[in-house]
């Protein structure tokens, strides 16, 4: 499949880098991102070329974006108090959560399976209490952007004003899946990044039968990929430069990735 796939997409043979920028400093609130990454490039003596893609972590861009909440200023919902007993979780937490999403789609001890509002299914709304430092030693919790495609663009923009080269950009965060264990890197936000390969009709296999159920999340790929050099503990390396695809980059949306209510056989 890879000699079909190569002249399809008019790949190089198949070899990508994969490079943590190393160095950048802790993000605070309402720091440049897109300064901060091409300062990182020139540090670490990197020359982006046009069509690589840069995955960002999307702790750093809620951070940068003043996503942290402490969950002293939440007062929580009667609906929030009641979800919290069955959980076994914060109310604060909860009620944060409940803010974030559209609807709540499973409850167990420990978990709130929600439709974020941003159309992701996902536990606890991305809402996030790991690895998040507090000045006052306050609770504090960390939310998803308001809309990570914009944030993705605004740092396309910087990089392109900047260097005249255009390069696409993934926000990145981690997921667990349905019907598998363990969480892996999923795209959250993009610019300028294929998000999904429909092969469906266009290609035949390497016995020239036509895919017909064939569908790549390529933004999801990129994101799974990068998350394996950024690392999941910590905030040291949370941007990363993925080289070697050649594909051109597009206006594709990350809501291309989300499958349908009416598809999702888990509703």
Do not use: Y
């Not at 998803?144 to 990145?172: C, F, H, W, Y």
């Amino acid at each position: 499949g890879h000699d079909l796939f190569a002249m399809h997409f008019k790949l190089k043979p198949p070899s990508i880098s994969l490079t943590a920028l190393t160095g950048l400093p802790l993000i605070e609130k309402d720091d440049d991102l897109g300064e901060l990454i091409l300062s990182g490039l020139a540090d670490n003596k990197i020359i982006i070329e046009t069509n690589d893609v840069v995955a960002v972590a999307q702790k750093i861009v809620s951070k940068a974006e003043g996503r942290l909440v402490s969950l002293s200023d939440v007062d929580p919902s009667q609906d929030a108090l009641d979800i919290a007993h069955q959980t076994n979780k914060d109310p604060r937490l909860v009620e944060l959560i409940l803010q974030e999403s559209n609807e709540v789609i499973r409850i167990s001890d420990g978990v709130i399976i929600v439709e974020h509002r941003l159309g992701h299914v996902l536990a606890n709304a991305g809402v996030d209490r790991s690895n998040i430092e507090s000045k006052n030693k306050d609770e504090v919790a960390l939310l998803l952007p308001l809309n990570p495609d914009e944030s993705a663009m605004r740092i396309k923009d910087q990089i392109k004003e900047k260097t005249g080269v255009d390069v696409g950009i993934i926000i990145t965060d981690s997921i667990g899946r349905a019907w598998r264990l363990g969480t892996i890197g999923h795209a959250i936000g993009s610019a300028g990044v294929k998000t999904l390969m429909d092969l469906r009709f266009k290609a035949k296999d390497l016995f020239e039968r036509e895919l017909q159920v064939t569908c790549i999340a390529w933004a999801d790929q990129l994101a799974a990929a990068a998350s394996l050099v950024m690392g999941e503990t910590n905030e040291a390396t949370p941007v990363v430069l993925i080289q070697g695809l050649n594909i051109d980059s597009t206006e594709d949306s990350i809501q291309d990735l989300i499958r349908p209510k009416k598809e999702d056989l888990f509703r």
